[in-house]
Each structure stands twice: as C-alpha cells, then as structure tokens.
C-alpha cells in the first residue's frame, strides 16, 4: 500500500497530471458513446500512462466467470463477470489467455466499485476496468447478435483534435458533501475557495476559452460567475480561480457545485466539459462521502489494505473555529466481507480521538504519537449485511472544542483481508488538499507496527463515514425523547431513557391531572438512565427532566397493567 502524495505535482511535464482515463464504445453506432467504470490503483496497468491505451475487439471469455484457464480472448479485450473469486485471479487468468484488457461486469446494480488485486493480481500488467451490471448487458446482448464491439480503454490524451476538459479531481469543491448547520449559519461561519484546473487534452490550440461556475440551492441560482478568456496550447493547462462563495445566511439543504468549461471550437469529447459536485446543510450529519436521500453515506465499494494482520482504521480528521456548536454521538459506516467470509458475528470498534499531535499543515508529514481517545463505541453484526449503512452509538456523547483537531474512526481488528470498509471511489478532495494543505480522511493500518497515513489511500477514495451530531447549546436534547429513545413503551417494570446528554438530572413524573408521583436525582450513564415504574398505577404520565445546565425536556409514557 502506498500513501497518497502529500504535494501534488501539478506541472504540465508528467502525465500524472493528465489523468483522463475514459472507457468508450467505438462501435456499432447503436451504443458508441462513454460509459461509467473504475480502474485499477496499484496493479494492472498504469492507464494514466496514454501509452498503456487499448482499443480492440471486446469478446465475451468462455468461462464468463474466469475463475479458472479461459480461452477465445488472445488478442482481445475480454469481458468477464464479477464473482466466485478475486479480482486479481480473473485478469490474470484473461492475460494467460492472451486478453489484452478485461472489462469486468459487476454483478448487482449500482455503480461500479474499487477493485483489489488479492492473491492474484500482482502479476497482471494489462488494463482491468469495471462497468455496470446495466452496461455490461448493453454489451452482452450486442455480442450475442453477432455485432463486432469495439471500446477505447486509457488515457485520452492526444486522441481527438478538439478536446478540452477537466475532471472531479481537478476543482475545489466545499470541505464536506453533508456539512452540520451549526458550522454553516452565515458568511462568517462558511465560505468556499473555488477554482479549477483546465486542460487542453487535444491536439489542436485552442482560444478563447472560459469556464463556469454556478451553484443552485434547488431550484434558486445563489452563485454564478464566469472566467476571462484564455488561450490554451495543445498539451497545455491552467488553474482557472473563481469568486469565493459565501452566502449572509444559509437555507438547510442540498446545493449543487457545477463546474463547466467552454470555447468556439465544436468539442469532440463533451463528457468531461462539466463537473458536478454537491454539498448538504443539515442538522444532523458531517461526512466527506456524498450522502443519499435520507442523509447517510453513500458506499461505490470496499477498500482495504493488503495483508493487514492486527488492525486497519479508517477516519475523518475534523476542526472547526466553531465546534463547541457541536456534539458526536454516533457513526455512520458500512463494510463488505471477503470472498468466501461473512460478516455475521464480526465486531467493528469506534473511536473519537483529539488529535493532539502539533503540526501546522500537510507539507510537513503528521505524527500521531498523541491521540487521546475521549469515546468508544462498538458494532456486532447480527447478519451478512454487505455494504449496508450502519450506526454504532458511542458509549458518551462528546462535546466538540473550537480549533481542536479530532479523527472519527471505525476499526477491525480481523486478519487477513477480511473486512473491506465502504468507500466513495465518485468524490475527490484532491485539489482541496493541495489548496488548504489539511488532512481530511486518515488510515491507519498495523502489521506489527501501527502506521498511519494522512492522506489516506493513493488515489484520493473518500471513505463512506459520516459522523452523527447534535446541536451543543441545546445540548442535544430530544424534545421527542419517548419515540427515540424511550422503551419500552408501555412500560411494566423497568424503563430505559436515552438523552443525548451528559451529568445529573432531576426527574419529576407527575399524572396527566398534574399530581406528583415520583421525584429523584438520575445519573446519567453513557447517555443514558434506569428508573422503575412497577408500583405506579396502569395510566398515561409526564416525565420531566431538569438538568444541569438549566436544559428541560419532557415526554409521556404509559404504564401497563
């Protein structure tokens, strides 16, 4: 595993900093056009490199799986299905054939995902892509009727005349894809720094360019500014900074960041002209990965170092001038189990560390020699439940401090290979790390000696955690507390109440006419409370929590009979 570059090159002499790598279909007519996938990181062939481009025949191999000899790919690109066996040992089985390249099919719906080499892999030198379950049926289904499919693989440098473009890893985008509204009230509070790379990736010169950057709050147009025309040689590039954003106050909900670049001449590869991006202001979430409709962090995939044989750790760094706003609560992440294991009965731990390690920004690399951890938190998992979001609660709710530096991190302590933590393999942060010099998803991996990396994985993969939070000057109370964390409800015996709070509280219950029929001090252990009602009468009754800070919250609960 390597770590990533903690200063990006950015110069025009490597092809490290054209990285367009593009799956198309040449023909037949009927589906040429660009489709969606990933590529390998660390084995295979490097595509980034334009000399490693193929573009051939794509053939279905005989044994579609190709967990075993295949045949009918020498000389071409082979189309192989995703499962039964590891990544690495289905490409090396299409080299051994003689495949130029392997397109593997994934086998559920959804995005594509990260690919790892196993056990197999480390041979393998040709070009190894993924494409949907979707598009890889497009292909099947032409193949079958007897079309002869040609696709482009690589990098796309130099491989039409007109062609200008960017990508997600070359634009500043917010620090955050679901951003917590305490930290983004005003213009004070939240800004963002914007600008783009823009590159001529064709090899005509090109004039008169300008790019775009616009962001909607729905359907409201909030910012939109264009650039002054430039000119750019062919091979050439050019960082494009745009206006800051900020808004006097900010409405809670999805924003979009679009960026897009433009110029007189017809563009022959259009697909890389616009760049997308997204941010949320919610009460309720911080996570770098993009979130889905209900706010939790969207998974493209497992990742995981090779050969872990202790413990391997995933978090987010966080700091904020504004964070005592905030408390923590809980995490949200998902995992995948390797071929032939599970995930029923394996445990993953939680940790919030204050980060106390002094360094001033990623151009020097960051110890971790002073990690205090301050709360924990653990998962079991009851089923298989691959790639599924889950929340671990952590034991004591935490209180955030201003300008201190935290990790949020989910860890597995099983060997070899077993868990895969879910990453976002579709946001970059690339730029943004180069523009603010601040490490943003850490990993931490222990073969015998713990080794941590600040920048996270090479390649820039977010990974899918988000962290749960509350407002802190409420103190996170839950004015509703009987539907969340109030049970049983009816209540006989013995009731549980949990309060995103910390301390003592003075509980009163009194009946639905007002009479008192129990006061007493609580202690509040990991958020949370015992009392019994066994001798209080069957019957609706207001429970009144006081406490320390002058905070209240009430609720009903009922007693059975």
Known sequence: MKKLLLVFGLTLC??????????????PAGIAGNYDFTYTSGWGANLINPTTSVTDTIKIAQDSLACSPVSNVSGKIALVYRGTCEFGAKALAAQNAGA???????????????????????????????????????????????????????????????DLGFQRTDVLRANGNAIPSALASTAADFSIDLGAWAYNYGTNDQTNITVNTKIMQGATSVYDQTSAPFDLESGDSVFVDMPVFSLPT??????????????????????????????NINDTVFALSRIDAVGLPVSTGGVRPVAVTQSFSVCLAFR???????????????????????????????????????????????????????TSGSYYYESDDQNVTKYME????????????????????????VIFFG???????????????????????????????????????????????????TQGLDETVIEAYSYPNPAKDVLTVKVTAAGNAQLLVTDMTGRQVMAKTVKLDGGAFTTNV????????????????????????????
């Open 14 to 27: 490597a092809f490290n900093s054209y990285e367009q790598v593009i799956f198309k279909i040449d023909a």
């Open 100 to 162: 130029v390249a392997v397109i593997i099919v994934n086998n559920i719906p959804g995005a594509p995902i990260a690919m790892g080499a196993g056990a197999s892999g480390g041979p393998v030198t040709i070009p190894v892509i993924m494409i949907t379950q979707a598009d890889g049926a497009i292909l099947n289904q032409q193949i079958h009727a007897g079309q002869s499919v040609v696709g482009f693989i690589g990098n796309k440098l130099f491989y039409y005349a007109d």
């Open 250 to 279: 900010y409405t809670p909900g999805d924003y979009t960041l679009n960026y897009s670049i433009t110029n007189a001449s017809p563009e022959e590869f259009p697909n890389d002209n616009i760049v997308p991006t997204t941010f």
């Open 320 to 374: 904020n001038e504004n964070a005592s706003r905030l408390g923590v609560e809980g995490m949200y992440f998902s995992a995948a189990a390797a071929v032939d294991e599970t995930l029923d009965g394996r445990e993953v731990s939680g940790s919030v560390f204050e980060w106390n390690d002094v360094f001033t920004d990623l151009n020097a690399e960051p110890t971790f020699d002073d990690l205090d951890e301050i």
């Open 394 to 417: 952590l034991d004591d709710p935490v209180y955030l401090q201003d300008n201190q530096r935290y990790l949020f991190c989910v860890r597995t302590f099983e060997q070899n290979d």
């Open 423 to 473: 990453y976002d393999t579709r946001t970059s942060y690339e730029t943004n790390l180069d523009n603010d010099l601040q490490p943003l998803f850490p990993i931490e991996s222990t073969s015998g000696t713990e080794t941590w990396f600040a920048g996270g994985f090479e390649g820039g993969n977010v990974p899918a955690l988000g962290v749960k939070v509350f407002d802190a000057t």
């Open 534 to 561: 066994a001798e209080m009468k069957a019957g609706a009754y207001l429970f009144n929590l006081s406490f320390e800070n002058g905070a209240t919250s009430q609720f009903k609960v009922v007693v059975a009979d």
